[in-house]
């Protein structure tokens, strides 16, 4: 066999070889980049429209018929989810179909937070009869803060504004 | 998506995908480069393609097959690199081993010695396949690996009866590490580092607290209470107990090793690592001072080349003349001299193959190999959600760790040569067929560790109330 050959195939299997390694990495290297839940979160934000999804939504859990009444429902610019944006549930939704939706560390809440700064029945967030959501505390021991004031009366929630409890943050979305 | 059935989305149920299908396309380049490296080796030595070059592909492929099939039925969300990797490495191994039986020099050698020359590969290649068989059988019938808990203080015993046997069975090489059963060997020690792993991990997940709570500072170190001492005193005193009635450095560092690290990974304390190193030097210089195997082999170690040149093993030499004259590239398969190693060239010795043939790059590209096998054990360790199992797949990994480091620094002259085999590549039936038990269950662990979390199940009163769990 020609020496060229062999220096040929000694070089090309030193290639191979490393070629191999490289590849290796590049299959983990989704370990090193970013956790999988803001991946998601944030392709879903940007990938799926939120009208169509909501209209999905809505023919999927066939609506009690009081919710059609709310006259606010079909109003261009209102929210149609909640989402958690900080502390242990962050990523989580919760789309808005007019129900009230009650947040605290007991087990039939809502949203069950995890956190010791978390009053059992903390607050709660419901609609108005116009349609706007409305965040109430519920007596708890460590406040409810929307945009850093804490609340002491139920306050309309602009959309996209951080309501903080303990570590736990929240807004609404259209 | 999922979350358009409920109301409410808990994003991190989806978890990472299977995989699988990048495994597979891993195992089919790992297998081409074996038979790659196969091919040039053949034309090198003897001018033609090898004749068994397509049953050799077929038989790696095969096997690199069943184990993927495996994997895709028991352990769907494993990770994606082991077994590629695996399957790369002991094909490698078979390729080095077949090249080294080609060699007239040591069929000399052991006709000078009276012995016939066997060729060891196709040995080699059954040991793979019961090895690959094992692998199918630990995934198959280790339905989860916390069973292995059950069994702590068991394996415990079984680990001590496997290091304590081979000291009554005759020495060889100057070393009891054997057990011989009529013309029949195995290396007990190859199969007692997963046992006591096992052990490591089920005493440590119980015992962690104690150790890392109860503690006084001192100088910056958090030193144990005298009596949680104990363990650590038990097993320092078990591994000097093996190096001196078996004259083996290799199992006795890996023991006392694969201790230290888990004890530091159990209780997050620097001290143990400290103490760990102080023991096991003053150890291993109070029993090199006594012990005249363990003298020879530091002297080999100290002095290669005066201990070949008045007489003595020329191994170490020869593998150090064999890795300088590698360079950079290699020789290339096939042309290189390290079988003037002689003795245990294709087994403890092999990775002087590896330096000479394919150079400091290839030497790299392999050692690489080994770290990512270690990596994803310790990233199996991280994700894994119950303690035993972060301390078992941190223990295997750290096992094979150790062993690779012990082997490699022997063959290059870092530390003193010890009596083990480089992971998959060695000859040796024991090594490769415990390896592939411990790739398993790192499989298992981490098919475990990968699995998403189970969706929430649809509520049916889903308007009135919602429970969303983190």
Redesign the interface.
């Known amino acids: 066999m020609s020496e060229l050959t062999l220096t040929v195939m000694r070089l090309g299997f030193l290639a191979v070889l490393w070629l191999f390694v490289i590849v290796a990495v590049q299959v983990i290297r989704s370990d090193l980049f970013g956790t999988r839940v803001t991946q998601r979160g944030s392709a879903r934000r940007a990938a799926a429209p939120d009208r169509p999804q909501t209209q999905q939504q809505r023919q999927q859990s066939a609506p009690p018929p009081q919710r059609q009444q709310s006259g606010g429902r079909g109003r261009r610019g209102a929210p149609t989810k909640l989402v958690v944006s900080e502390g242990t549930l962050t990523g989580t939704t919760v789309a808005l179909q007019g129900q009230t939706i009650t947040l605290g560390r007991a087990h039939d809440s809502t949203i069950v937070l995890d956190d010791d700064y978390a009053s059992s029945r903390h607050a709660r967030i419901y609609p108005d009869r116009d349609g706007q959501w409305i965040v109430e505390d519920l007596g708890s021991t460590n406040g409810t803060y929307l945009d850093r004031t804490r609340l002491t009366t139920p306050t309309p929630i602009p959309l996209g504004a951080p309501i903080r409890i303990g570590k736990t943050v929240i807004e609404l979305r259209k | 998506?999922s979350?358009?059935?409920?109301?409410?989305?808990?994003?991190?149920t989806?978890?990472?995908p299977s995989?699988r299908n990048?495994e597979l396309a891993?195992l089919v380049?790992?297998v081409?480069?074996p038979v790659?490296?196969y091919?040039?080796a053949g034309?090198?030595l003897s001018?033609e393609m090898p004749s068994g070059m397509l049953s050799y592909g077929l038989g790696l492929g095969l096997l690199a097959a069943v184990g993927h099939l495996v994997v895709r039925k028991f352990a769907p969300y494993a990770d994606?690199?082991l077994l590629?990797?695996a399957t790369?490495l002991n094909g490698l191994g078979l390729v080095l081993i077949w090249r080294l039986d080609q060699s007239r020099r040591l069929a000399q050698r052991a006709k000078d010695a009276g012995m016939a020359f066997a060729p060891s590969a196709p040995n080699q290649l059954i040991y793979s396949a019961l090895g690959v068989a094992l692998f199918v059988g630990v995934l198959i019938l280790l339905k989860d690996h916390r069973i292995l808990q059950r069994y702590t203080y068991i394996s415990m015993v079984v680990a001590l009866i496997l290091l304590i046997l081979p000291m009554f069975f005759p020495a060889r090489f100057g070393a009891r590490i054997w057990i011989t059963l009529g013309s029949f060997s195995i290396q007990p020690g190859e199969f007692a580092k997963i046992i006591i792993a096992v052990f490591f991990s089920g005493y440590l997940m119980v015992k962690r607290d104690a150790l890392a709570l109860a503690s006084r500072r001192f100088m910056g170190l958090y030193l144990p209470r005298g009596r949680d001492l104990g363990p650590i005193l038990v097993v320092w005193g078990m591994s000097i107990l093996i190096l001196v009635f078996e004259t083996d450095l290799g199992t006795s560092l890996l023991f006392f090793g694969l201790f230290v690290v888990m004890l530091y990974v159990a209780t997050e304390r620097t001290s143990w690592i400290v103490f760990g190193l102080l023991m096991s030097a003053a150890g291993a210089v109070g029993v090199a001072t006594f012990e005249p195997h363990v003298q020879s082999r530091v002297d080999a170690w100290l002095q290669p080349f005066e201990v070949a040149k008045n007489g003595g093993s020329d191994q170490i030499a020869q593998a150090l003349m064999a890795f300088g004259s590698g360079g950079v590239?290699?020789?290339?398969?096939g042309?290189g001299n390290s079988d003037l190693i002689g003795f245990a060239a294709n087994s403890d010795f092999i990775l002087a193959t590896v330096g000479e043939e394919?150079?400091l790059?290839?030497t790299m590209?392999?050692l690489?190999?080994y770290g990512?096998i270690v990596?994803?054990g310790v990233?199996t360790a991280l994700a894994a959600r119950d303690p035993f199992g972060k301390l078992l797949a941190i223990g295997l990994s750290a096992a094979f760790a150790i062993q690779v480091f012990v082997v490699a620094g022997g063959v290059m002259g870092l530390i003193p040569l010890t009596g083990m085999t480089m992971p998959f590549i060695a000859q040796g039936g024991s090594s490769v067929i415990a390896n592939w038990a411990l790739v398993a269950i790192l499989i298992k662990v981490s098919d475990t560790a990968r699995r998403p979390a189970p969706t929430p199940a649809p509520t049916t009163d889903?308007?009135?109330?919602?429970?969303?769990?983190?």
Do not use: H
């Not at chain 2, 590239?329 to 398969?333: D, W």
């Not at chain 2, 889903?462 to 983190?470: D, H, I, L, S």
């Open positions: 998506m979350s358009s059935t409920t109301n409410t989305t808990t994003i991190s989806a978890g990472p995989r990048t891993m380049f790992a081409i480069i790659f490296a091919a040039n034309l090198a001018d994606p690199l590629p990797i790369l590239f290699g020789t290339g398969l042309q394919l150079g790059a290839g590209g392999l690489l190999l990512l990596e994803r990233r889903a308007e009135m109330t919602q429970v969303v769990r983190p």
